[in-house]
Structures are given as structure tokens and as C-alpha cells.
């Protein structure tokens, strides 16, 4: 790992840095902090058991990330192998018709890797004794000089910044600003993932290399391959991971389809094998009638397909003193983005040089940081507010309603 400079060089002890989850956001700023020097923990709430760790509060599920100019750079740095090495390329955007046929081509390409490759390369380099499963922040104490962490178990642990990388659910969030709750966007995605290796030779050749897309009334489909369970690469070992935006109006209707098999009702995503089969036979209704066959026959593929509701979060601020947000327990912007992750990376690698310039001054650091996270934060809400837009996503269309069952 390259080490860029150690700010314990102007301190005479160094800067300890607590960070309230361990996804993608705490990870970076993990990582970040460790290199120039700062005693960095990371507390993170779920026991990973081994491997799958979690994806906007969630599991995986084998999603992929674009990976945006920051991530590669932020690799590069920390000497995590290249993308191209672990991911996949795709060329082209293409958009379908009704009946299948393109309509418009575009040349866009971009890189891919699957979030669980990203998160054990990040993993892997940040040090194993300084990231904690199975531990809970539940609140904190700010005063002038320090935060004093408490933890579910009743520990506690003193530091000069307290980092909140909880996720859309934060409970830094929470003790901090009242009134900063995700708003539900009005709709869905429908989420599933194939084997490359069950569809026919001519369907995976229309899809290799490409992303494809099919906008409806109100809705829209991707599709895209992502790499295999383990990493893989090679043809016919791939996934084809596929997304449908679907209008769901909220109350009723949205309880109705994240009530899961059990009865229980989830609120950021619900898993694979939980969605209730009537609310999946609902869906197919609706996907005979106004997909394309393609995306129809990619549903009924789907052994267990799940459901991300989309929700948009803003906070008027990310810096509390010596606590700061960063991710998406700060800004959750639309997926149309693409750039969940990239936020998390530009938060954590700013936070990292203001520490450097300040001398390690935390309080002086933070002030300088956080106007161009609000910035950014802002400006990519808006921009994931606009495309969805553009797609009538979230706005009421047609007749159909997914009935409580
Ligand atoms: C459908 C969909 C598709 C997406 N596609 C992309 C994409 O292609 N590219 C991209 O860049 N982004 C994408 N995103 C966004 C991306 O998932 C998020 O921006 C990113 O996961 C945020 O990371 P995070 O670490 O801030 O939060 P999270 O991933 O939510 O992690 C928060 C972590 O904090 C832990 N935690 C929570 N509370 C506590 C606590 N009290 N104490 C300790 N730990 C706690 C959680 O267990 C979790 O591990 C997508 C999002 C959606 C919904």
C-alpha cells in the first residue's frame, strides 16, 4: 500500500478516527486516512460470516459498479489490481423497441466490476485488526475536544473524528438532523440476475458488451453482464444482471409489495426468496403486457427476483464539529447516476487531503471540506431526480396496482 505522508509527522500522537460502518464509503475513508497516518477503527453493524458483505444497507446480490474516473484512480493509488484486469467492458449503450428491434445505438464505453470484487480488493488492504463486524454505533458524545462513541454491547471509544458512513439509514444521521429522512421516489427496481450460460447463444451475443435498454410507459428496463459468482470473466461463466423501474405508489401499495413472505415489512430492499409469489405472478401480468419479450422471458428466468426502492436523500449539512457524514448516510442519489460509490470515493479522498493541508487540525479540515460535498451531494441528486424524470419514473401511469394479497 502506498503511504502518501503521515500527518502524525506535525502531531505528536496520532489523529484517532472512528468510523461508524464498513461498506463502501467507510472503507475508503478507512483506507484514506490509514495512509496518511491517522489510527483509523472501523465499526461496522453485520457479521459478514466470510464473504457477502452489504450494497446500499443491503446484500450485493452480485450488482456491478461503473467504475467512474475516482474508483480507478483511488485503486490505482492503493495498489489494487486494475480494473480491466477484474472487470468487464461494455461498448455501447443500445435501446430497444417493444418489439425488440434498436432503435439508437450509442458508443459509451465504460468498465464494470462486480461490488464484491470491489469490496474484498478494498478489504484486502485495509488492515484486518482495524475493521470490527458485529459492532453497533448507537450514538455518540461531541464535545470541543473529542467524541466519545457508544456502542449496542455498552463499550465506548474515544476519538478526534467520528465518521458516519452508516448508510441511508444512519444513525449518526439520526442524533444529528431530525428532519434529513430518505424520501421514497414513487417506484422500484425489480432486480434479477441469469446465468449467461441458460440463455441461448443468439440472446447472449445480442447482449454481450453492451448495455440494453427499453423504456415504457412510466418504466424502464437494462440489462447488462456482470461477472460470475466468483469473479469470472470467460463467456457462458458470466451473469446477466437485469433492472425494471416500476411505478409504485407509496402507502398501500409499496407496504403491499415489501411485505415479504413472513409477513414482516422491509423498507430499503427486500432479498432474494422473500418477495411473495403473488406479488411476482402480479408482475408478470404486467411485464407480458408492456415489455418487450426479451425482458418478459428474462422475468420468468428469474428464479428469485428482488426489490430495491429508490429514495432520495439530501442533508443541509455534513459537518457537526468533530462528526462528519460521508456517503450515503449523507446524499442517496438514483442508481440512474451510477455514482453512489464514486461520491463515497471523492468524499473520503477530500477528507483525506483537507486533514493533510490542516496539520491534522480536524475541526479546521472539515470547515474547508464540506461546502464541495455539499456541492457535489446536491448537484448529483438533482441529476438523478432529472433522469428519472425524463423516464416519468415516479409518475403515476395506467391502471395497474400491485393489490396487499
Ligand atoms: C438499484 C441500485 C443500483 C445502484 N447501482 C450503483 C452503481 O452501479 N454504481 C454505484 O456507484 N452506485 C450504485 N448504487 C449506489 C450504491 O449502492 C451506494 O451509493 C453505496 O453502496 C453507498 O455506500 P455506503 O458505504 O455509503 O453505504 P452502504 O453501502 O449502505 O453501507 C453502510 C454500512 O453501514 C453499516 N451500518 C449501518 N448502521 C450502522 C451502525 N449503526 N453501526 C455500524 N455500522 C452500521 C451497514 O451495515 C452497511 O454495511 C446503486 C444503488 C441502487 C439502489
Known amino acids: 500500500m502506498q503511504v502518501k505522508a503521515d500527518i502524525t509527522q506535525q502531531n505528536s500522537q496520532p489523529l484517532r478516527v472512528v468510523i461508524a460502518g464498513g461498506s463502501m464509503s467507510g472503507l475508503c475513508a478507512g483506507l484514506a486516512l490509514h495512509c496518511i497516518g491517522c489510527d483509523v477503527e472501523i465499526f461496522e453493524r453485520a457479521s459478514y460470516q466470510g464473504v457477502t458483505p452489504t450494497f446500499g444497507s443491503v446484500q450485493s446480490h452480485g450488482a456491478a459498479v461503473v467504475v467512474q474516473m475516482e474508483i480507478n484512480q483511488f485503486l490505482a493509488e492503493h495498489g489494487i489490481s486494475i480494473p480491466e484486469a477484474v472487470g468487464m467492458t461494455s461498448c455501447k449503450r443500445q435501446y430497444i423497441t417493444g418489439d425488440g428491434s434498436i432503435i439508437w445505438e450509442e458508443s459509451t464505453p465504460q468498465v464494470m466490476i462486480s461490488w464484491d470484487m470491489l469490496y474484498h480488493q478494498l478489504r484486502k488492504v485495509f488492515p484486518d485488526e482495524r475493521y470490527h463486524q458485529g459492532n453497533s454505533v448507537i450514538g455518540f458524545q461531541l464535545s470541543d475536544d473529542c467524541v466519545v462513541v457508544h456502542f449496542e454491547d455498552e463499550r465506548e471509544e474515544k476519538c478526534d473524528l467520528l465518521i458516519g458512513a452508516d448508510g441511508v439509514d444512519s444513525t449518526i444521521r439520526q442524533q444529528l ?3 434529513a429522512m430518505p424520501q421514497y421516489a414513487g417506484y422500484i427496481a425489480w432486480r434479477g440476475l441469469i446465468d449467461e450460460n441458460v440463455l441461448s447463444s443468439d440472446v447472449a451475443k445480442f447482449f454481450a458488451d453492451k448495455f440494453t435498454f427499453f423504456n415504457g410507459p412510466s418504466m424502464q428496463t437494462l440489462c447488462y453482464l456482470v461477472p460470475g459468482p466468483n469473479g469470472e470473466l470467460d463467456e457462458g461463466k458470466r451473469r446477466l444482471n437485469w433492472l425494471w423501474y416500476f411505478n409504485v405508489s407509496d402507502g398501500e401499495e409499496l407496504n403491499a409489495v415489501m411485505t415479504n413472505h413472513q409477513g ?3 423498507r430499503f430492499f427486500m432479498p432474494q426468496g422473500e418477495v411473495r409469489e403473488e406479488v411476482v405472478q402480479q408482475m408478470r401480468v404486467v411485464a407480458k403486457r408492456y ?3 426479451i425482458f418478459q422471458y428474462f422475468f420468468e428466468l428469474t428464479d428469485k427476483p428482488f426489490i430495491q426502492p429508490i429514495y432520495d436523500l439530501s442533508v443541509p449539512r455534513m459537518v457537526f464539529g468533530r462528526v462528519c457524514l460521508i456517503g450515503d448516510a449523507a446524499f442517496v442519489v438514483r442508481p440512474h447516476t451510477a455514482a453512489g460509490i464514486s461520491k463515497a470515493v471523492t468524499n473520503a479522498i477530500e477528507l483525506a487531503q483537507g486533514l493533510q493541508e490542516s496539520g491534522g487540525d480536524v475541526v479546521a479540515a472539515l470547515e474547508q471540506w464540506e461546502p464541495i460535498q455539499l456541492a457535489m451531494g446536491n448537484y448529483l441528486k438533482v441529476l438523478g431526480v432529472t433522469l428519472g424524470n425524463r423516464s416519468r ?13
Not at 419514473?393 to 394479497?405: A, R, S, Y
Open 177 to 179: 438532523i431530525l428532519n
Open 264 to 266: 414482516r415489512v422491509r
Open 291 to 293: 415489455l418487450p419479450e
Open 393 to 405: 419514473l415516479g409518475h403515476p401511469f395506467g391502471e395497474f396496482k400491485i393489490h396487499g394479497c
